[in-house]
């Protein structure tokens, strides 16, 4: 296994799945459109949920596609690699929606490794990870957001 490409894997998908959260920061309530519409289904839940927007998507490629080379993927790669992060994240948003959880509401490993593990598998062969590296840059990737969330709603609740 090798810990640089464990690394970089790892960096590229707290890239993805932090841009949304540092555009949310700057521009507060600017171009934050639900990218469900706010649509319920019959259950009287939402289809996803008010915090994920066009702009959390949006932010994610663009930024991720910039800041791919520096860990060694292609900007296209980086782009991929988001759009993949950003599905497994509204897939894991849409299973919490209908077992009962709030948006926001954080289920520990339903809310990494869907939105890690999704994109390292599916460009395994744009990325070079072995499984061995997948699976290590899943784990600490979801180490680092379970921390980071905490922090994140600590910070929030002041």
């Not at 289904?41 to 930024?63: A, C, E, H, M, N």
């Not at 869907?114 to 460009?123: A, F």
């Amino acid at each position: 296994m090798d810990a640089t490409q464990v690394a970089n894997l790892t960096l590229l998908a707290i890239t993805a799945n932090i841009a949304p959260v540092i555009a949310s920061l700057l521009l507060g309530e600017r171009w934050n459109a639900a990218i469900d519409g706010s649509l319920k289904l019959p259950d009287q839940r939402p289809l996803l949920g008010r915090s994920k927007t066009i702009r959390g998507v949006f932010s994610s490629v663009l930024v991720t596609s910039l800041l791919a080379p520096l860990f060694g993927f292609s900007p296209a790669s980086g782009a991929a690699f988001a759009g993949l992060a950003m599905l497994g994240d509204l897939c894991s948003s849409f299973i919490k929606r209908r077992l009962g959880f709030a948006p926001g509401h954080s289920v520990p490993l339903l809310d990494q490794v869907p939105e890690s593990l999704l994109p390292l598998w599916l460009l395994q062969s744009k990325t070079g990870g072995t499984a061995a590296e997948i699976l290590a840059a899943t784990a600490i990737f979801s180490l680092v957001d379970l921390v980071l969330s905490r922090l994140y709603k600590l910070d929030r609740t002041k």
